[in-house]
């Protein structure tokens, strides 16, 4: 037989799961928030010269929760420079949003830089490169992608994918009544024209 809990207990149990869920949904929004303005500090990666930024620059971020330096190598990722020809070791790409970047924490704090530290110390003769690019979206790491490879000639393309908001970009067009009768589709931001139909 089950024991009835005492009346306001059940209801404040109740308010306590409604404020976590709250305070949870808020900081995921935060989070995605801190990721698109990220993307607005940083410039466009199809406009500098490199394969995301602009060849051995430096930038300073300060903010009211830290201050970093971010400083590109020659070939335009916040990374260490790279050989070419490429050595031996097996060659990782790291492609992904401001948390690939590394936005806040120093190079070597970045989960790239973690993993090929992991991997070294495991014996494994490896260089992972970070080519996160912060307020990225899938489209972005494919034109990054398909820029970086030709040159790095990786033996491996790690994506790193943030469900709630890259996975939410990959949705289809949505569709939008227009008078008339007719449905427009919204297109996301690639110049390709918009269809209407009949609904």
């Given at each position: 037989?089950r024991?009835?809990e005492?009346?306001?207990?059940?209801?404040?149990?109740?308010?306590?799961?409604?404020?976590?869920?709250v305070?949870?949904?808020?900081a995921?929004?935060?989070i995605?928030?801190?990721?698109?303005?990220?993307?607005f500090?940083?410039?466009?990666?199809?406009s500098?010269?490199?394969?995301?930024?602009?060849?051995?620059s430096?930038?300073?971020?300060?903010?009211?929760?830290?201050?970093?330096t971010?400083?590109?190598?020659?070939l335009?990722f916040r990374?260490?420079?790279?050989?070419?020809?490429?050595?031996?070791?097996?060659r990782?790409?790291?492609?992904?949003d401001?948390f690939?970047?590394?936005?806040?924490?120093s190079?070597?704090d970045?989960?790239p830089?973690?993993?090929?530290t992991?991997?070294?110390?495991?014996?494994?003769?490896?260089?992972?490169?970070?080519?996160?690019?912060?307020?990225?979206?899938?489209?972005?790491y494919?034109?990054?992608a398909a820029?970086?490879?030709?040159?790095?000639?990786?033996?491996?393309?790690?994506?790193?994918?943030?469900?709630g908001d890259?996975?939410?970009?990959?949705?289809p067009?949505r569709?939008?009544p227009?008078?008339?009768?007719?449905?427009?589709?919204?297109?996301?931001?690639?110049?390709?024209?918009?269809?209407?139909?009949?609904?």
């Open positions: 037989m024991t009835r005492p009346q306001g207990q059940g209801a404040r149990r109740t308010n306590l799961i409604r404020l976590i869920v305070v949870t949904a808020t995921l929004l935060a995605v928030a801190v990721d698109r303005i990220a993307g500090v940083v410039m466009s990666p199809t500098t010269g490199g394969l995301i930024f602009h060849p051995r430096t930038a300073t971020y300060h903010t009211s929760e830290f201050n970093f971010a400083t590109t190598n020659a335009g990374d260490h420079e790279f050989a070419e020809p490429r050595t031996p070791a097996c990782v790409i790291a492609i992904g401001s690939t970047f590394g936005w806040g924490v190079l070597d970045s989960w830089k973690a993993l090929e992991g991997l070294r110390g495991a014996g494994i003769d490896v260089d992972v490169a970070n080519l996160g690019f912060p307020g990225g979206s899938p489209i972005d494919a034109n990054i820029r970086a490879v030709p040159t790095l000639k990786p033996d491996l393309v790690l994506v790193g994918v943030l469900q890259d996975l939410s970009q990959l949705r067009p569709r939008r227009r008078a008339g009768g007719r449905t427009r589709f919204a297109r996301h931001s690639t110049g390709s024209r918009r269809r209407s139909s009949r609904t």
